[in-house]
């Protein structure tokens, strides 16, 4: 072996040393990169899990008041209790209690829309059934006295593109 070759397997080393040294460094990176990536996607996944949560216990609200407001309809003695005590007719009180069901199941149809819960086509049904709830003169009037009660932008909704005033 002469020094000259010495001097090649030196330098050679010294040059694989160097490309292992960068090809550690750019795993190293690689990796953390992932793992940056791999913890961004796992908060959206437990955002989007949160959000779905919150869906769920919301909807559940709206379907707990939509059972009560049912019961008070079919139950004829509660009704008649709820009419003597808000001193109003049987009858104007079912009908409250009616329209109150149909603008609240708008209401929830239209959040669980605006939060993609439910696709075009099913919305788009939706939105007939309300524009035709919304067309009779006591569904109407009803809105008219609890459109406060709702969030602005299903009051927006439904004033601009149902009852267009």
């Known amino acids: 072996m002469k020094i000259g ?3 090649n397997i ?11 040294s960068l090809i550690s460094t750019i795993i ?6 992932i793992a940056m990536i791999m913890l961004f996607l796992t908060r959206q996944d437990m955002n989007r899990r949160e959000r779905k949560d919150q869906e769920v216990f919301i909807n559940g609200v709206y379907n707990n008041f939509q059972e009560i407001m049912i019961s008070l309809v079919q139950d004829s003695n509660s009704l008649e209790i709820l009419a003597e005590e808000f001193d109003q007719d049987k009858k104007v009180l079912l009908k409250q209690v009616i329209t109150s069901i149909l603008i609240n199941t ?4 239209y959040r669980l829309y605006t939060k993609k819960l439910i696709s075009q086509e099913q919305w788009e049904a939706f939105e007939r059934d309300i524009k035709a709830s919304f067309s ?11 459109r406060t009660y709702f969030p602005n932008d299903f009051q927006t909704f439904i004033d ?5 005033k």
Do not use: C, E, G
């Open 106 to 109: 708008a209401a929830n149809n």
């Open 5 to 7: 070759d010495n001097r």
């Open 10 to 20: 030196i330098v050679f080393s010294s040059q694989f040393m160097s490309n292992a």
């Open 136 to 146: 009779k003169p006591f569904i109407l009037d009803r809105w008219l006295k609890m």
């Open 28 to 33: 190293s990176t690689a990796s953390a990169v």
């Open 160 to 164: 601009d593109h149902i009852v267009k």
